[in-house]
């Protein structure tokens, strides 16, 4: 999620990075060096050729050791003994009689490219440098005298000359030219760390929304539709509540919290906020039925019930407001993974097409709120056929379930069509498609759920 | 290709722009050496022909290093990669072949030196296991002509010598590059969880603030009109025509306000943003966002995060006009398959190059492979930026090293004063995704959006 090193780790980051490359170069240098002592110890062995593969299998084994710890004393031993083993690879290889001709042999530079890849102790461009200067002294030094005491000629090492000075050039430049990025390293950090705070600031602003609109919306709506006259006792209660609402300042807070007990006692469906949303319709003078397996509310979390009571609430108020009939009917479904309300009216229904972009209802109260949750809502309507919103949910049941709670609780899963009446709609609903939103088969057609409904009787 | 491996060019495109300049400097030695070791070694080369083409073979690798390499060709893929070091080993091959027989020294060979060089400067761009994977296997080929050779070589020693001294040619800079790239690419995800830990501590030590900031900010557009006509509805308990008239009033602005907050997206934010800091370096500017159909929800944290950047970078940048933003976001219809218009070029490479066509907007979506199951979202950045283009692409450059990194496409176009930016952000089609936005439901009438003239956001 964060783009890029910001600038502080950066010298370090890469002189580790550039300090493993180095140790790498050099392990496969020496492991050069050791094969091809070998293999030219395959004739005539000599106790010189035998020294120098001691040699070079401790420098292998020091530069691991500070391939592991960067330290100075690690350092300072690893030039020594490389030099060392320089000395005694040089002799031993050039010492061969009759072999070689020159000294100017990649072969020969083998352990000197390792002595300057140290890689040493330290994090920083010039540090690192330092180092590998050291390195390309102690190796030089180490075969001037080696090969000094042979008859071959001494030539200049090209390979380890390149070496040397491109390592140099490429921990300068990593080093220099680092520069150039800097302002603009700490501005995308920023927008990083922006944009998730505006990720959070937006999750907000749309739990606010659906609570606003759940609250004074549907409230001053209310009042624009009330007669001439004193307030009636709903509507009184209703802004009352309002207005409460408004003043509890914390109420995101109270959304967010997580920790938040799950709803209290043994009955579910009493403690729910569902029950709590048709308790108030209830008192605004619709008239809902209830059905199916109300416990199995008991299994949602305390944030799902609280969106979902709050989703139910503003089906409730739809129906209240726009369906222009003062019943309606919820039907509660449970299996083993989800848990679904669904609120049917018999209403006036409505026709996509003739609804308004800026009607946030059910966009923003019902669907977003569910969606967050991870849930589905499906919708049923056309004019005149009343409309069916199914909300789910999910919510699998509890592996072990509680002892208490089972001798509560009608086992879950289908609904048994004997339990309530209307059984032909809970049992159709049981059959309905599954709550994902899949391109129904357009209006004239409803799903069987609305067929059964008392939509039926109201419909001409 | 499907699953990207970690490059440091990828977690740290600003790093790897820095270190740019080495992939040109091992380009150059590569050329140069082989071209030297060629003619100083002229008498050992029985084939001039083969040792022409070998040359050649090398250069081309090198080349295609340093356009690979380049910035404005980001992110280096694995195509790439693998012409890059096809032609090195090819290069390689012809030179043995033009000396076969005749070769008395491996170590002066340009191939094996050439190969390990380039695996080297490969370490910012690719995963380590390609690196090394290509090491081992240049090796192995390395071995195999090599030994053949041991006839001609002029020194006295077992053949094997030779085969590790080519070896060691390629491997020591291949490891190299390989434990460059695994070490930073490393440390870079380890700082990044890091960073996220701390960044998501943060934004919940906010949350409570947040929260409360946010209801603070509804309650107050609330406290002039509706709360005192509740409490005053409350006080004297009957309703006047008067009363109706006002609530549905008051409705139809609480409607309008939370209609547009719902609409808002983070592009909103991050303009509005730009639009206040304008105003406080006292050049107040008209910013323009052109976001009909509320794409800008579709992108990516990174994405959202390195084009908020840019447009700060632009907004801040001496020379801009303030009232020349316009920031247009479109795209491939959302419900159906990806459109893609005949006689187009259907690498998005090509489109990229083409200068011309980044000029129309409607030239967007040229460059879409024909049948890829994707969404092509575009946001087209436009501003009048008054320098000379040399110094707006220098201001761009760190901003867009990201950008490609993040964006499928990225296309610039420089006119004094006029500067065009497109970035193509390609999200594969999810069937659920797609049917999740209220329009797919028939009778439903949430999130259902008119197309509406592009908004004015002052």
Sequence with gaps: ?460 | MTRRSPTQQRLDPLGTLAAWPLAPAIGAVVLCYSVIATVLQSDQVHTPLLATLAVIAMASAAATLVIATRPAHSPFGARMHLVMVSLAVLGYLLETASRWGGNQVVQDDFGPIGVGLLLLALAPYRPWREIALSGAIASVIAIAITLPQSGSYRTDVPAAVYAIVAVTQILAPAAAGAAYSRRIVRSIKLYQTDARRAIVARTEEARGQLARAVVEQQVTALKSGVIPFLTDLLDTGTVTALDIAQAGQLAADVRRTLVAEVDRTWLDSVVARERAALAERGTPGLLVVADPEHRATVFAAEQRAATAALLGALCAATGFDPHSLVVQITGTPRRTQTRTQPGTPTNPRAAAIRPDLGQSPRGLRAGLPAAAPAHIDTITIQAALDLPPRKVRALLRPYLGVIRVVFGAVRVTVRRPSLTIELDGVRPVDPAADTLPATATPATPLGVRAQRPPRQVR
């Design chain 1, 1 to 460: 999620m964060s783009l890029g090193l910001p600038g502080h780790l950066v010298e370090a980051t890469l002189s580790r990075a550039l300090a493993r490359a180095s140790h790498w170069f050099g392990v496969i240098c020496l492991a050069g060096a050791l094969a091809s002592v070998l293999a030219l110890s395959m004739a005539p062995v000599t106790d010189r050729l035998l020294a120098t593969i001691a040699a070079i299998v401790g420098m292998g084994a020091l530069l691991a050791v500070l391939a592991k710890w960067r330290t100075v004393p690690l350092t300072i031993a690893y030039l020594v003994l490389g030099a060392a083993c320089t000395y005694l690879f040089t002799g031993a290889v050039l010492g061969m009689p009759g072999v070689f001709s020159s000294s100017d042999l990649f072969l020969i530079s083998l352990p000197k490219m390792a002595l300057i890849m140290v890689g040493g102790a330290g994090s920083g461009a010039l540090v690192g440098v330092l180092w590998s200067t050291v390195g390309f002294l102690f190796a030089e030094v180490a075969a001037t005298l080696a090969v000094s005491q042979t008859p071959v000629p001494d030539r200049p090492d090209v390979f380890t000359i390149v070496t040397y000075l491109m390592l140099v050039g490429v921990m300068l430049l990593d080093g220099l030219t680092r520069r150039t990025g800097r302002a603009a390293q700490p501005a995308i950090h920023r927008a990083v760390q922006d944009d998730e705070a505006r990720t959070l600031r937006h999750d907000f602003d749309v739990r606010a929304i659906a609570l606003m609109h759940d609250t004074t919306l549907n409230q001053l709506v209310s009042v624009a539709r009330a007669k001439p006259g004193p307030l009636s006792r709903g509507l009184e209660a209703g802004i009352r509540e309002t207005l409460h609402t408004l003043a509890d300042r914390d109420w995101l807070t109270h959304v967010d919290e997580r920790t938040a007990a799950a709803p209290a006692g043994s009955d579910g469906w009493l403690a729910s906020a569902v029950y709590r949303a048709i308790d108030r319709s209830r008192d605004r003078g619709l008239v809902v039925d209830i059905t199916g397996e109300k416990d199995a509310l008991g299994r949602l979390d305390a944030e799902q019930d609280r969106e979902l009571g709050l989703a139910v609430q503003q089906c409730l108020v739809n129906v209240l407001q726009h369906a222009g009939i003062a019943a309606a009917e919820v039907v509660i479904d449970a299996d083993d993974e989800n848990v679904s309300v669904m609120v049917l009216d018999a209403g006036s229904g409505f026709m996509e097409a003739e609804t308004g972009n800026d009607r946030l209802g059910l966009r923003q109260s019902v669907r977003k709120r569910i969606e967050r949750l991870g849930g589905t809502v499906v919708i049923w309507s056309r004019p005149g056929a009343g409309t069916s919103v199914l909300l789910t949910l999910p919510a699998p049941v509890p592996a072990p379930v509680p002892a208490t709670l089972s001798a509560d609780l009608p086992p879950s899963g289908p609904l048994a069509p004997s339990q309530q009446g209307n059984s032909s709609a809970t049992g159709q609903l049981a059959n309905a498609p599954a709550p994902t939103p899949t391109p129904a088969p357009a209006a004239p057609a409803p799903t069987p759920a609305l067929a059964d409904t008392p939509a039926d009787q109201a419909t001409p």
